[in-house]
């Protein structure tokens, strides 16, 4: 079974900081990765899909990068509405999640 | 608007079963291969089941196999998920979801879920 492993498993930064968020993948599959952001009470919601490419809406400060084992999701300016988790996906794999907090 | 909207949640004693249903609109649902996903309190995201857009196809994770039976019809709009000999450990919000065309089931479009509870 693939193992999807995300760090760190939280992080408390401050407004405006780059944070990022890391999900390293047991066996190797090219481009595919999915990002989600989930708020308290409310269901998950997309915002990076292929790795890379940016859910219609999602703000740019979010982005995807990576192939092959190690993928990252960046949020270039932690704004406040940012606090949720986050979690890597492909197919019918999640990781463990992010939960991101303001310092 | 895009919707999907689950229902029939609710308290089952440990054996037990539970049929939800997922109710979609605002696009044309036999285009899509739909999941389901549920979460235990506290808990991260877990990946259940899906089904092809045209039903032909369905997958599940290990712990449900022999348990859970996903179908849909197309003709009213529709995903379900029967779940018999329920344990306590499938307790959870249960969120139906859309997977976006030809990505690595992205779910683009996710249903405000339903929760099931698992206890005598």
């Known amino acids: 079974d693939i193992q999807m492993t995300q760090s760190p498993s939280s992080v408390s930064a401050s407004v405006g900081d780059r944070v990022t968020i890391t999900c390293q993948v047991s066996?190797?599959?090219?481009?595919?990765l999915n990002w989600y952001q989930q708020k308290p009470g409310k269901a998950p919601k997309l915002l990076i899909y292929?790795?890379?490419k940016s859910e219609t809406g999602v703000p740019s400060r979010f982005s995807g990068s990576g192939s092959g084992t190690e993928f990252s999701l960046t949020i270039s300016s932690l704004q406040p509405e940012d606090i949720a988790t986050y979690y890597c996906?492909?197919?019918?794999?999640f990781g463990g999640g992010t939960k991101v907090e303001i310092k | 608007d895009v919707q999907l909207v689950e229902s029939g949640g609710g308290l089952v004693q440990p054996g037990g079963s539970l049929r939800l249903s997922c109710a979609a609109s605002?696009?044309?649902?036999?285009?899509?291969?739909l999941s389901w996903v549920r979460q235990s309190p506290g808990k991260g995201l877990e990946w259940v089941a899906n089904?092809?857009?045209?039903?032909?196809?369905?997958f599940y994770v290990d712990s449900v196999k022999g348990r859970f039976t996903i179908s849909r019809d197309n003709a009213k709009n529709s995903l379900y998920l029967q779940m018999d000999s329920l344990r306590a450990e499938d307790t959870a919000v249960f969120y139906c979801?859309?997977?976006?065309?030809?990505?690595?089931?992205?779910?683009?479009?996710w249903g405000q879920g339903t929760m099931v509870t698992v206890s005598s």
């Open positions: 996906q492909r197919y019918g794999t």
């Open positions: 089904i092809k857009d045209d039903g032909t196809k369905k």
């Open positions: 292929d790795a890379s």
């Open positions: 979801a859309r997977e976006k065309i030809a990505t690595a089931s992205a779910f683009e479009i």
């Open positions: 605002g696009f044309i649902f036999s285009d899509y291969w």
């Open positions: 066996q190797e599959f090219s481009h595919y």
